[in-house]
C-alpha cells in the first residue's frame, strides 16, 4: 500500500480542508477518518474533509474503521471531499452550504 500524504489547509468549501500534495488515482486508499470504539465515533486528523454533492472520495467502513477512498483521479493540491448525506453519523448539509 501507498502512504498517502494529506495536509490541512484553508478551505474555499468551509474553514479548513483536507489537501493532497500528491497526485491520486481512482481507488487509492488515503486513510483512516473515523474510527469506532466503546460505541462513540472518533475523528482522525484525516476526517477534517468537507462536504461536496459532487465529491472525489467515499467513506467505506471496514468494521470499526472508515477509510477515505477516491472515486476519481486527484490532482495535488486538490481538496478532498465526500458526500456527507451518505454517512448518516455526520453533521448534515443545511440549506445555504456550499454544494
Not at 448525506?85 to 454544494?99: D, H, M, S
Request: glycine share 8%.
Amino acid at each position: 500500500m501507498t502512504y498517502v500524504s494529506i495536509y490541512h489547509h484553508k478551505s474555499h468549501i468551509h474553514g479548513v480542508g483536507v489537501f493532497t500534495p500528491m497526485n491520486l488515482k481512482v481507488g487509492d486508499v488515503i486513510g483512516v477518518s473515523h474510527a469506532y470504539y466503546d460505541g462513540f465515533w472518533y475523528m482522525t486528523t484525516h476526517g477534517y474533509y468537507n462536504h461536496s454533492e459532487s465529491p472525489n472520495c467515499v467513506v467505506e467502513t471496514r468494521d470499526n474503521i472508515n477509510l477515505i477512498i477516491t472515486k476519481v483521479d486527484i490532482m495535488r493540491g486538490e481538496e478532498l471531499t465526500v458526500d456527507y448525506r451518505e454517512q448518516k453519523f455526520l453533521e448534515q448539509p443545511e440549506e445555504g452550504w456550499v454544494k
